[in-house]
């Protein structure tokens, strides 16, 4: 659709803005989005889809150098990659799936710990390790051969709301008219603050430190977390072939340290924390790749659909929600976001329009159990660890322990944390 355009008397010609129409645009060319745009595709709804890094061929991951972004994949996300069609085009043999969990207190005490084993929960597998450009790869593929869905490498600058749908204006001039924008244009959601969503926010003051390493012993299918003294959490997440990612999340000022380390002088720093335990559990280990670091919050927005008056956009993903990555659980929780929409798309009764209110809020109700729950448990956690008081010390420790003893308590983080979705 184009519309006439008038130029001032006097003014050079310039070209006309192209207007386009639309059904749904999805925002952002993250996991979330790519997941996002492809699933309404295939529920036959004409989608576009808009970020600026749509330009960029995400490369197939191969050879020994892993990625950088590495994930813990829930069986929910398992799901509905299997519903999307993408689960069983990826190459699993770059996927390690994880049977136990092992998380270590920081009073070196034999009894504070806590073991999650998928055996002892009657389930095949608690997740999967895998790289960010896996999945992303994958996705792009599926995109190419989806006739519903158009990819736009474009940014959005403005968006206006009215009774009909949105309209947005993106960098190249272009305009877009749609009755529905999803929003999974990240943490720093430019549509979220334009539509005028408020969203609480906290710094935790630490960052993550991500490495990928080689180790001498098998890791044996096994994830850890060690939960250091002064609030450092160290996670190390099993690869295929003898390797290892970490996430160590620590002090920017230490993280900034970690990051000038040489390979034997992180192999001293691993001899020093946890009293040997990384060591003592996986053998030496060889930097496989380098060190990056990334700054970690906490975000929720107030509402998942806006804005207030006549909300036409939802949305999924960071833009909603940020969280710690002490579970593991941040693209996880979009994920479910993606699944949710779906579900509520495909079961749309043929009188209610893409923006129909009820949809919309049924989206933001169910959606806010899950969030809010995980936000909760992982904030508190994250302060339960890093408390310095020797009450909260205790407490935390005796915890683990005591926690590792209830075969009913660990079956409940199980279930919590393999996150149940269904597809109808
Ligand atoms: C150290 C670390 C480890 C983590 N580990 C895990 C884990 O093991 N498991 C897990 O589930 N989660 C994990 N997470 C969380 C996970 O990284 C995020 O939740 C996930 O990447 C968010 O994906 P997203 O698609 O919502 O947003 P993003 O990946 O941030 O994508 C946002 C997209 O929006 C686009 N965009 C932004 N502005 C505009 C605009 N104006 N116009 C158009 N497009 C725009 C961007 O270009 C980008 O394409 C971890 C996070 C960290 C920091």
């Not at 409940?412 to 149940?420: C, D, K, N, Q, S």
Request: hydrophobic letters at 40%; one cysteine or more.
């Amino acid at each position: 659709m184009t519309e006439s355009h008038q130029n001032q008397a006097g003014k050079k010609p310039t070209n006309p803005p192209q207007i386009r129409s639309v059904d749904v645009v999805v925002v952002g060319g993250g996991i979330a989005g790519k997941a996002c745009a492809l699933g309404m595709a295939q529920l036959g709804i004409q989608t576009l889809e808009i970020a600026p890094d749509l330009s960029q061929t995400v490369p197939n991951p191969q050879g020994h150098q892993w990625g950088q972004r590495i994930y813990a994949f829930s069986p929910s996300t398992q799901k509905l990659l299997a519903h999307l069609q993408i689960w069983d085009a990826l190459d699993h043999s770059r996927l390690q799936v994880v049977r136990d969990m092992r998380i270590f207190g920081d009073r070196a005490e034999k009894n504070d710990q806590l073991h999650l084993s998928a055996f002892e929960a009657g389930a095949p597998q608690l997740a999967w390790i895998g790289e960010s450009n896996l999945i992303e790869h994958t996705l792009d593929q599926a995109s190419r051969f989806q006739n519903k869905l158009e990819r736009l490498p474009d940014a959005v600058e403005k968006i206006a709301v009215d009774a009909d749908g949105t309209t947005l204006h993106l960098k190249s001039g272009t305009i877009i008219r749609s009755q529905l924008v999803i929003a999974a244009d990240g943490a720093n959601s430019p549509i979220r603050s334009k539509i005028g969503i408020a969203a609480s926010e906290e710094s935790y003051s630490q960052s993550a430190v991500v490495a990928n390493w080689i180790c001498t012993y098998p890791h044996l299918e096994t994830a850890f977390q060690w939960f250091l003294p002064g609030g450092d959490i160290v996670a190390i997440l099993p690869l295929p072939n003898k390797q290892v990612s970490m996430v160590w999340s620590t002090s920017p000022e230490y993280a900034a340290n970690l990051l000038k380390l040489n390979p034997s002088e992180w192999l001293e720093r691993f001899a020093t924390v946890a009293e040997g335990s990384i060591a003592k559990q996986l053998g030496e280990l060889t930097l496989n790749s380098t060190p990056t670091a990334f700054p970690l919050r906490r975000i929720r927005a107030e509402r998942f659909i806006g804005p207030e008056a006549t909300p036409k956009v939802v949305l999924i993903g960071d833009a909603a929600h940020v969280m710690h990555p002490l579970a593991g659980q941040g693209l996880n929780l979009g994920l479910r976001d993606v699944a949710m929409l779906l579900n509520i798309y495909s079961k749309r009764e043929s009188f209610r329009s893409l923006n129909d209110l009820t949809l919309l809020r049924r989206y933001e109700r169910q959606r806010q159990g899950d969030t809010s729950a995980l936000l909760w448990v992982t904030d508190k956690l994250k302060k339960l660890f890093s408390g310095t008081s020797s009450t909260e010390k205790h407490l935390r420790n005796w915890g683990l322990g005591l926690v590792n003893k209830s075969h009913f308590v660990k079956q409940r983080l199980i279930e919590r944390a393999l996150g149940e979705i269904h597809f109808d």
